[in-house]
């Protein structure tokens, strides 16, 4: 579903500070907005992936987009602008993995039923309830806006032996990243 008219953005590597920071709250909801956007599904689907943040695009900005289909099937893409967590309920484990650790997957416990309040691309407020895949993939692109990794979900031994593989392969030169964490 890639159009030619718009470029495909790089995908930002842990531990790159991008990642790391909250992002900022999205005034208006404009054609700037509306671009970004544009550029986010693209780059999701090519990677492929079912969940993006506007972070991991090197853009600040509180902006997610999930599709579980990975742009499969029409209609199932769902843009969060300053997206709000009001509600979550039970749990569930499952595998998750992140375009930006690439090749790594992990067992990540979340809840299984969540209430996002967000806006859509014509700025009006909307609320989505999510269960199973779906709530995991909306948590887990807004724990990118808030700053956080999937890495805080896993045990401090578990993450340390993770972040010893990334340092491994960015000295093998097998992944991108500025900074070794």
């Known amino acids: 579903k890639r159009s030619s008219t718009v470029p495909l953005l790089p995908i930002v590597l842990y531990p790159d500070p991008v990642l790391l920071e909250a992002t ?3 005034d208006e909801v404009d054609a700037e907005v509306r671009r ?3 550029n986010m599904v693209d780059t999701m689907y090519a990677a492929p992936g079912i969940g ?5 695009i090197g853009v ?25 967590v009001k509600a979550i309920d ?6 998750e993995g ?14 299984l039923r969540t209430t996002i309040e967000a806006l859509d691309l014509d700025g009006a407020k909307y609320v989505i309830e999510a269960d199973g895949l779906l709530a995991r993939a909306m948590l887990h692109e807004i724990e990118h806006l808030e700053g956080h990794t999937f890495l805080r979900n896993i045990s401090p031994v578990r993450r340390e032996m993770v972040k010893r593989r990334i340092r491994k392969r960015i000295k093998a030169g097998d992944w991108i990243a500025a900074v070794a964490p």
């Open 60 to 84: 600040p900005a509180r902006v997610c987009i999930v599709d579980l289909t990975a742009g499969e099937k029409s209609g199932e893409l769902k843009v969060l602008i300053n997206p709000e």
């Open 24 to 26: 900022e709250a999205v």
């Open 90 to 95: 039970g749990s569930q484990i499952g595998e």
């Open 36 to 38: 970004l956007v544009r």
């Open 98 to 111: 992140c375009l930006s650790f690439p090749d790594i997957t992990l067992e990540i416990e979340r809840p």
């Open 52 to 56: 993006l943040a506007a972070n991991q």
